[in-house]
């Protein structure tokens, strides 16, 4: 069974690039944020880096982090 590629260590000989780590992205309430799906909304809710309420005008979302479609403003 292989392991995973994020566990691996990076060899320095290896003609490959090492995989890049996403930089780990702090929301606070009342920040303006965009998601791909739903849009311009607001944070009204922090559940400790787990999810985060958004309202999005007509409707309030629970999205849980990390989240590749949600970006702040």
Do not use: W
């Not at 890049?20 to 309430?29: S, W």
């Amino acid at each position: 069974m292989a392991t995973p590629a994020r566990s691996r260590r990076h060899l320095s000989s290896s003609p490959f690039k090492p995989p890049v780590e996403e930089p780990i992205v702090v929301y606070a309430v009342g920040e303006r944020v965009t998601h791909d799906t739903y849009g311009l909304g607001r944070i009204i809710g922090l559940e400790n880096g787990i999810a985060v309420s958004i309202d999005f005008g007509s409707f309030t979302k629970r999205i849980n982090l990390p989240s590749k479609k949600l970006f702040p403003l």
